[in-house]
């Protein structure tokens, strides 16, 4: 039952997203040998996303990044001067600087975009059905999300799930672009990072 219900609510979202939709979303689940079902949803395709060399400024770096995809000019020294931390490279609360980045932006055209910053249930759900999950993957079948499951953020591209009759519900795979040096480029969350609940954000930028 509840491996019909979490497929059911895959299918829901591929039809909510469409054809028109801006972004190009991987969505869809296949069984396997023994009945177990692997879904996968997100963007199999994503840009590189920069290189960042301190730890602190790698939320500016990943807002800077979506912000881009909706078509702004912003880099993460935009970011940081906007939030009012010019000289960048100080410690701080990403989830809080993040949430505060909700509202009226002008890029270096002059363009106008509204961003919109909501909170999403951390990466911690365990079965088909568990809101939490239901929640996140709903938020990624439409756009990337911001998490901070790294210890610092990260934008989440892809979540694959593995529902095995024997074996039970399980995350089999998390990736995310990482704008960190020392870890730079598209990876796979570890289990230790994914082993403490950190927070997940749903950002939408639109032109005004």
Known sequence: ?????????????????????????????????????????????TPEIPPEPCRANCWAACLSYLMRAAGARVDTGNILARQGMPDGCRPGDDFALLRGTSGGWSDRSGRRFRVDVAELAPIIGQAPDDPALSGLLD??????????AAGHTTVLTQITTLDDPVTGFRR??????????????????????????????????RRI
């Open 1 to 45: 039952m509840r491996r019909r219900r979490f497929l059911a609510g895959i299918g829901a979202m591929a039809a909510a997203a469409g054809s028109g939709s801006p972004l190009s979303a991987a969505r869809g689940c296949h069984r396997l040998e023994g009945s177990a079902v692997i879904c996968t949803v997100g963007f199999a395709q």
């Open 139 to 148: 938020g990624l079948a439409r756009r990337p999300v911001l998490c901070g």
């Open 172 to 205: 089999e795979q998390v990736l995310v672009r990482d704008p960190f040096v020392a870890t730079h480029g598209l990876r796979r969350l570890s289990d230790a990072e994914l082993a403490e609940s950190s927070y997940a954000l749903a950002v939408t930028i």
